[in-house]
């Protein structure tokens, strides 16, 4: 292990990677607070300074996977299709297997010049977590309960609301499988598939088609295409977020067919079997990677960009001047309560980061998909 490799493998680095992403997140939520009188002013400006704003937080975790870790970030494409990717509105459609999933899209966002207004279906409860959760509030995520009852107008009207959406290229991303595939989970969604006499899949959990539906429905004529996306990792890595914090480089391969949403049928059921048919698709090309090491089509990838780890070095500086001030000061005073106030805090703070990270972890995952009725969320 060389000594940089070493270095990163210490607590010390991580404990201030944390600090650094947690403070200046709530710097950055307190000031999207701020900007909430300017919506009543012009709704359209606060939104582009919010996209600015969550670039901030969410580039941190980008510059940490692409330059701390140095994970190789590979994208299989048509090249026809990858002079419009960053330049349109888009539905994208993502396995959802893995616990760094979210980030590998972050970055490919980040490398067309999109990360700060992309957008996702995700769990009313990931609201709550601090810094990306509040943030995700500014930036008009739209969140599901996992209730169709409940979703089905909550999901349309806050669609309906991203149809005037200021920057114009963005996109959505959409995990139809619902939850992280674990084997539990499959072995009842493939028992929903026969139930349906829907073909078994041997690496995806059975696509939920409401949600789908429904975002097709109400993004049509805004979003251009549909990006069907398919991600795995070479030599079967499994990628976690404390890996990225260790730094451990990763290889991730990303497979994009860009799909025109006017093939998309309108008819619900229709769109449902449109839906099954592409995730029967997706199995076949991650049985193609798992046999070769490889997706179909040519390698056109992005390189990565200079800004995050801008942006990561500006907020460090920022954020870790007045700590070292603070620290000084507290060694010179002596004053053993103030030191070990300051130590107890610390402590909170790492306990709170590490359930943070934990919200990436797939042991920790929900119980949705478990019961055949899927009305067990958590
Ligand atoms: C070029 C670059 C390209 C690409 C770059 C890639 C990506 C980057 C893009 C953007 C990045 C942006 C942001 C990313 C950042 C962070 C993301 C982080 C996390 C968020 C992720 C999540 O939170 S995922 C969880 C939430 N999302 C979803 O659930 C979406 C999918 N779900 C749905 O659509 C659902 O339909 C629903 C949520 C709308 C409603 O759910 P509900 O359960 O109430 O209803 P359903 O209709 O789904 O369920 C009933 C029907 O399902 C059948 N059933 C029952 N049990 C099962 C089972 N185990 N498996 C499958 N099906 C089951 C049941 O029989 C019912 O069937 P019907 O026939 O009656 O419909
Ligand atoms: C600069 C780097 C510093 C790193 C500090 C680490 C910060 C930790 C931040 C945690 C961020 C939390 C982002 C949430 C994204 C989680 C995505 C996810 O995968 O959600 C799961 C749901 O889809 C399905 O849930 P389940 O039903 O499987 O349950």
Same mark, same amino acid.
């Given at each position: 292990?060389?000594?940089?490799?070493?270095?990163?493998?210490?607590?010390?680095?991580?404990?201030?990677?944390?600090?650094?992403?947690?403070?200046?997140?709530?710097?950055?939520?307190?000031?999207?607070?701020?900007?909430?009188?300017? =919506?009543?002013?012009?709704?359209?400006?606060?939104?582009?300074?919010?996209?600015?704003?969550?670039?901030?937080?969410?580039?941190?975790?980008?510059?940490?996977?692409? =330059?701390?870790?140095?994970?190789?970030?590979?994208?299989? &494409?048509?090249?026809?299709?990858?002079?419009?990717?960053?330049?349109?509105?888009?539905?994208?459609?993502?396995?959802?297997?893995?616990?760094?999933?979210?980030?590998?899209?972050?970055?490919?966002?980040?490398?067309?010049?999109?990360?700060?207004?992309?957008?996702?279906?995700?769990?009313?409860?990931?609201?709550?977590?601090?810094?990306?959760?509040?943030?995700?509030?500014?930036?008009?995520?739209?969140?599901?309960?996992?209730?169709?009852?409940?979703?089905? &107008?909550?999901?349309?009207?806050?669609?309906?609301?991203?149809?005037?959406?200021?920057?114009?290229? =963005?996109?959505?991303?959409?995990?139809?499988?619902?939850?992280?595939?674990?084997?539990?989970?499959?072995?009842?969604?493939?028992?929903?598939?026969?139930?349906?006499?829907?073909?078994?899949?041997?690496?995806?959990?059975?696509?939920? &088609?409401?949600?789908?539906?429904?975002?097709?429905?109400?993004?049509?004529?805004?979003?251009?295409?549909?990006?069907?996306?398919?991600?795995?990792?070479?030599?079967?890595?499994?990628?976690?977020?404390?890996?990225?914090?260790?730094?451990?480089?990763?290889?991730?391969?990303?497979?994009?067919?860009?799909?025109?949403?006017?093939?998309?049928?309108?008819?619900?059921?229709?769109?449902?079997?449109?839906?099954?048919?592409?995730?029967?698709?997706?199995?076949?090309?991650?049985?193609?990677?798992?046999?070769?090491?490889?997706?179909?089509?040519?390698?056109?990838?992005?390189?990565?960009?200079?800004?995050?780890?801008?942006?990561?070095?500006? =907020?460090?500086?920022?954020?870790?001047?007045?700590?070292?001030?603070?620290?000084?000061?507290?060694?010179?005073?002596?004053?053993?309560?103030?030191?070990?106030?300051?130590?107890?805090?610390?402590?909170?703070?790492?306990?709170?980061?590490?359930?943070?990270?934990?919200?990436?972890?797939?042991?920790?995952?929900?119980?949705?998909?478990?019961?055949?009725?899927?009305?067990?969320?958590?």
């Amino acid at each position: 292990m060389g000594l940089l490799q070493f270095l990163k493998s210490q607590f010390l680095c991580h404990l201030i990677m944390c600090y650094v992403f947690l403070v200046s997140g709530l710097i950055v939520n307190l000031i999207q607070i701020c900007t909430l009188p300017l =919506w009543l002013v012009s709704k359209q400006l606060a939104r582009k300074i919010n996209i600015r704003l969550a670039y901030c937080i969410a580039s941190q975790m980008v510059a940490a996977l692409e =330059w701390w870790s140095g994970t190789e970030c590979t994208l299989y &494409t048509d090249p026809k299709s990858y002079p419009l990717y960053g330049k349109e509105n888009a539905v994208v459609i993502l396995n959802h297997s893995f616990e760094i999933d979210f980030l590998c899209g972050w970055t490919f966002c980040e490398r067309f010049g999109v990360l700060g207004s992309s957008k996702v279906l995700a769990k009313k409860e990931l609201a709550y977590v601090p810094v990306i959760g509040w943030m995700w509030y500014f930036l008009e995520i739209v969140f599901c309960k996992r209730k169709w009852e409940e979703d089905r &107008t909550t999901v349309a009207q806050s669609l309906q609301k991203l149809r005037d959406y200021p920057e114009n290229y =963005w996109k959505f991303l959409l995990y139809c499988e619902g939850t992280r595939f674990t084997p539990k989970k499959h072995q009842f969604s493939m028992q929903v598939a026969e139930s349906k006499g829907l073909p078994k899949l041997k690496y995806h959990l059975l696509p939920r &088609t409401k949600g789908f539906y429904v975002t097709v429905q109400n993004l049509r004529g805004t979003a251009a295409a549909i990006y069907d996306s398919t991600l795995n990792f070479r030599n079967n890595e499994v990628p976690t977020l404390l890996g990225i914090l260790n730094g451990k480089k990763y290889h991730a391969d990303l497979y994009v067919r860009r799909i025109p949403l006017e093939s998309v049928p309108e008819d619900e059921a229709e769109c449902a079997a449109w839906l099954h048919k592409l995730y029967q698709e997706k199995d076949g090309f991650q049985e193609q990677y798992a046999q070769t090491g490889r997706f179909p089509g040519p390698i056109v990838s992005p390189p990565r960009r200079p800004w995050s780890l801008i942006n990561w070095l500006f =907020w460090s500086c920022v954020v870790l001047y007045p700590l070292g001030l603070l620290i000084a000061q507290l060694l010179s005073s002596g004053a053993v309560l103030t030191i070990a106030a300051a130590v107890v805090v610390c402590s909170a703070v790492s306990m709170g980061m590490r359930w943070m990270i934990g919200q990436t972890e797939i042991d920790k995952s929900s119980n949705y998909g478990i019961k055949a009725t899927a009305l067990n969320n958590n």
